[in-house]
């Protein structure tokens, strides 16, 4: 079973195991942004869990924090919308960019309180810049009326900005190893963003990279 999108020059075929995992970090994403939402109406007790410190960081830029988890959270619905639909719709799709590059702008600014220090700061810096070029990129193939083009480069920008729901589980590893590793999240932290992000990147490269070759065959 696959979902199937037809361009003018590139059709994207989207396997089920892709599509799966598509809808794994959309669920994930989304219930991080709820669980940091509630974390901030209703912030606890400093110590009362293993998360407490992280969530007392946030708290702390809560303004900013909401500047950035909303719009990343309406820009997932819309990556939805956007990439498994049929039609096209102009509004849709303009609000898929705006929200994006808030997304991405906010980021880069929240990375000043980043926990896992400079490793982090670097991993943000890295694969938001890429987001964020990948939706420039897709942008300008619209205008251009290269639907083919922006669709392709859509689909690299959900990709990667969907790394963030990929490092939960991957610090979900590093918590339950801690008891033997001894890493506090200041220290894991960072890797975490470096591993999450690269699988999603290297995932969503090697399927577009995969779809290039199918056309190169039909053709």
Known sequence: ?????????????????????????????????????????????????????LDATFASHAALTIA???????????AVIVLLRAPQNRWIDKLFFMTGAITGLTAYALSAYAIGGWIERAAVFVFDTWFLYCLTRAFWFGVRGNEARKREWMTRGVGVLLGIA??????????????????????????????????????????????????????
Not at 18 to 40: P, S, T
Not at 68 to 78: D, G, K, Q, S, T
Not at 170 to 183: I, K, N, P, Q
């Open 166 to 219: 990929t490092t939960r589980p991957v610090m979900g590893v590093f918590f339950a190893m801690s008891a033997r590793t001894h890493l506090a999240p200041s220290e894991f932290f960072g890797w975490a963003f470096w591993i999450g992000f690269s699988i999603n990147a290297l995932v969503t490269e090697a399927f577009l990279h995969s779809s290039h070759q199918q056309l190169a065959k039909e053709r």
């Open 68 to 78: 950035h988890i909303l719009p990343a959270a309406v820009f997932v619905i819309l």
């Open 1 to 53: 079973m696959v979902f199937e999108q037809h361009t003018a020059s590139l059709r994207l075929v989207y396997p089920k195991g892709l599509v799966m995992g598509f809808w794994i970090c959309v669920v994930i994403a989304l219930a991080a942004v709820v669980r940091r939402l509630m974390a901030l109406v209703n912030p606890g007790h400093p110590g009362s869990s293993p998360t407490a410190s």
